[in-house]
């Protein structure tokens, strides 16, 4: 099966979002998808693009992405946080995983970052196992803390 990893360009973005949604679908989140087209497009082509994306193709079609965007650590400097690896489900077991990572850790390395994260749901064993059969560190005595954009509003109602 021939797969071609590049960098994304700003017309895969419709393709990203279909693979995005698939994502959500399988993380039992279906209706958590907001963004959009645009969205995407803007946040990572515009002016001060916020995520650089890599994609799986076969036969001119995206059926993975790496999404990721650099954040910085007061322990280590800078990180590359990889925000979603996702893999067209009917595509998964090919290698296609293992070749978005591979891109998304040579990239960190060419940035110099000091650490490359992202996280796991804990009930996704086969993913938590791949993550780990690549030396990943799966920490799981932490826990991920979100505020989402009610709770900011709630949050912020109180001050």
């Given at each position: 099966m021939k797969i071609h990893i590049r960098k994304a360009e700003k017309?895969?973005?419709?393709?990203?979002?279909?693979?995005?949604?698939?994502?959500?679908?399988?993380?039992?989140?279906?209706?958590?998808?907001?963004?959009?087209?645009?969205?995407?497009?803007y946040d990572?082509?515009?002016?001060?693009?916020?995520?650089q994306c890599f994609v799986a193709e076969k036969e001119e079609?995206?059926?993975?992405?790496a999404l990721t965007y650099t954040r910085?650590?007061?322990w280590?400097?800078?990180?590359?946080h990889l925000e979603d690896l996702i893999v067209e489900e009917s595509m998964?077991?090919?290698?296609i995983g293992t070749q978005l990572l591979d891109k998304v850790v040579q990239y960190g390395n060419e940035l110099g970052v000091k650490?490359?994260?992202?996280?796991?749901?804990?009930?996704?064993?086969?993913?938590?196992?791949?993550?780990?059969?690549k030396g990943a560190d799966?920490?799981?005595?932490?826990?991920?803390?979100?505020?989402?954009q009610n709770g900011i509003k709630n949050y912020l109602a109180k001050l």
């Open positions: 017309n895969d973005m419709s393709q990203i979002l279909e693979r995005i949604k698939e994502l959500a679908v399988f993380e039992k989140e279906p209706d958590a998808v907001e963004i959009t087209v645009s969205d995407l497009e990572g082509f515009g002016p001060k693009p916020k995520f079609r995206i059926v993975g992405i910085y650590s007061t280590k400097g800078e990180v590359l998964r077991g090919h290698g650490r490359i994260s992202w996280e796991v749901l804990d009930w996704n064993e086969p993913a938590i196992s791949f993550y780990q059969s799966v920490k799981r005595d932490w826990d991920v803390v979100h505020l989402d």
